[in-house]
Structures are given as C-alpha cells and as structure tokens.
C-alpha cells in the first residue's frame, strides 16, 4: 500500500506560478514511477507530468516549457513548479504513484483566474 498527500493548489492570476507537493509514505520502494494528473471541471483526468525512479520525465504538450516536475527521494516527496499559468489549467490536480497498482492521492484544486 503506498498513501499520498498533495499539497499547494489555491488561486491564482493568470501568468503567476504555484507550486504542488505529494508526500508519499507506506511501501514507497514499490514505486517506480510517480506523476500529475488533472481533472477540469466536467473533464476526464489526464496525464501532467510523470518521473521514473531513475529521474526521466515525461510531461503534456499543453504544459511543456511551463510546468516541471522534480522529486526529493529522501523527502519522499514529488514536485510539480506551475509557472505562467493560464486559465485553462484551471483543475484539481491528482499526485499518482505506480508499483504493481496505481495509486492516487486525494486531489488538490487549482484556479487560475484571467
């Protein structure tokens, strides 16, 4: 079993950045790969930004060049830096760690206003 705790959503403006944490805790040397995803209102989720053990990201078109994702492996903890947010990134983001299962986290909600 591997839990999740995200962390870091709230309001912002257009063009301002947020950053999100995920704290992962139980059977955490399982995981091999750890992500965001993000859900818009009346939207399925979809795929953020992903990192493998080994350090190797992976991120949407929509986001690349703006958001980065990093992890701290002492801190159990993944990153994700969210700069020059726009509205449509408007969402509630989920922190995703993958072992034999997928596991999620509670979810955290980004706003970003015009």
């Known amino acids: 079993q591997v839990q999740l705790v995200e962390s870091g959503g709230g309001l912002v403006q257009a063009g301002g950045s947020l950053r999100l944490s995920c704290v992962a805790s139980g059977n955490i040397f399982s995981i091999v790969v750890m992500g965001w995803y993000r859900q818009p209102p009346g939207k399925g989720r979809d795929m953020v930004a992903e990192i493998t053990s080994g350090g190797r990201t992976t991120y949407a078109d929509s986001v690349k060049g703006r958001f980065t994702i990093s992890r701290n492996n002492a801190k159990n903890t993944v990153y994700l830096q969210m700069d020059s947010l726009k509205p449509d990134d408007t969402a509630v983001y989920y922190c995703?760690?993958?072992?034999?299962?997928?596991?999620w986290g509670q979810g955290t909600q980004v706003a970003v206003s015009s």
């Open positions: 995703m760690a993958m072992s034999t299962y997928a596991y």
